[in-house]
C-alpha cells in the first residue's frame, strides 16, 4: 500500500480518509502502519456526520462537489461506504476486507472489488 499512496502523493493526488470510527483512533491506525502523512485530511464521524465528509473534502481542495466527484476515486470496505461514494457520483472501488466481494458488488454498487491496495495500477 506504501508504493500505491506514494505514487498517488508524487502526482499531487489528495488523499482523504473517511471513517465512521472516531479521528483519533484512525489517525493512530494509520500513524501505525506508517501511512498517515500521505493524508490531507483524516476525518472521523464525531465532527461532522460521515454522510457529509465528502462535500467538505471538495471544499478544502476548492472544487464544487460535481468536478470533486469527478475526479475522485472512492475506496470503501463497508456497504455503507460504497453507497456514500455512489450518492456522490464518485467511482467506488470496494475493498474487501470485512465484507464479501459479491456484497460490495451487487448490494452496494461497487464498481470493482480489490483484495488489497496493491491491485491499484498507477501508469
Known sequence: MDK????LNKRNCH?????????????FLL?????????????????IQKTEHI???ASLVGL???????????????????????RYGIYTVGVNYSIKMQ???KNAGAKEVISNFEEVIII
Do not use: C, H, W
Open 64 to 86: 464544487p462537489l460535481e468536478e470533486f466527484s469527478r475526479k475522485s476515486l472512492f475506496f470503501g470496505d463497508m456497504i455503507s461506504d460504497i453507497i456514500i461514494g455512489q
Open 31 to 47: 500513524e501505525k502502519t506508517g501511512i498517515a502523512n500521505y493524508f490531507t485530511l483524516i476525518l472521523g464521524a464525531e465532527n
Open 55 to 57: 462535500p467538505y473534502f
Open 4 to 7: 500505491v499512496l506514494f505514487q
Open 103 to 105: 456484497s460490495l458488488l
Open 15 to 27: 488523499l482523504f480518509a473517511s471513517s465512521g470510527n472516531y479521528t483519533k483512533k484512525v489517525v
